[in-house]
């Protein structure tokens, strides 16, 4: 077999969201820092795989600990609702998602919101974008320009979440995700996920950073299985309480 093709591509993308983005990332950070030196929760939010970017951005080793995860399963884990009703992939269509997810979260209003969302076209995304800029928080989105500008939205507003966002990251991913083509026309290797955990990384370290730049605490969590992991941890999860849920294992 000869070299596989991703590895370049993973180079490429990764390359072009350092070059391209940072402005962004940087802007980002700043609002971010913003809401956690006023006492906020950063609260990350995402469907389908983008569930991934907003993971790498809460409770995790080296990562803030002012960070909340928001997602359609709280309506099953904090909300009382039959896990069958959103095994559905296609759920994230369905209208009226956002606002319970929202309602079962209680942000405050020093709140900020990073929502990733690849299309960023569903109503569950589009809708919890509009509740966040109505209800005043920052908006920060991760999603693919490309996908988003050439496809129509699926919200009855007909906005994007790109529409909305006080700040957009473009994870530079191309329509449909998918980046190789095989010999029999299928098209593999897809790339949101690989470009919006590094998003997810810059946007620690800068907002870190910009923390440390106004002398604000900088709450991060340590590594759970080191020795000193659980101490340092616990006195993380009580400064901010249930504001934080905790991650399943």
């Keep these: 077999m000869s070299e596989l093709e991703y590895a370049n591509v993973a180079r490429s993308v990764v390359d072009d969201v350092i070059t391209s983005q940072m402005e962004a990332v940087l802007a980002a950070a700043q609002l971010m820092a913003a809401s956690i030196r006023d006492g906020g929760v950063v609260q990350a939010y995402g469907t389908g795989h983008s569930r991934i970017v907003a993971l790498e951005l809460a409770a995790r080793a080296g990562g803030l600990a002012s960070v909340g995860m ?54 569950a995304i589009v809708e919890m974008a509009s509740l966040v800029k109505a209800n005043g928080h920052p908006l920060v989105a991760i999603t693919s320009m490309s996908h988003t500008r050439g496809v129509a939205s699926r919200d009855d507003s007909g906005r994007r979440l790109a529409d909305l966002a006080d700040v957009g990251i473009d994870n530079r991913a191309p329509r449909g995700d998918a980046t190789i083509q095989l010999d029999g026309g299928q098209r593999i290797g897809a790339v949101s996920s690989l470009t919006g955990v590094l998003i997810a990384q810059l946007l620690t370290e800068a907002t870190c950073r910009a923390l440390e730049e106004i002398s604000a605490p900088v709450p991060v969590y340590l590594s759970a299985n080191t020795p000193l992991g659980d101490a340092h941890n616990a006195s993380l999860y009580s400064m901010y309480g249930a504001r934080i849920r905790p991650i399943e294992p």
Aim: glycine fraction near 8%.
């Design 70 to 123: 928001l997602s359609v399963k709280d309506l099953v884990m904090f909300g009382g609702v039959d896990p069958t009703s959103i095994l559905d992939p296609t759920y994230e269509r369905e209208p009226g998602l956002a606002a319970r997810i929202y309602e079962l979260a209680r942000p405050q209003p020093t709140d900020l919101f990073v929502i990733a969302s690849n299309s960023g076209i569903n109503a």
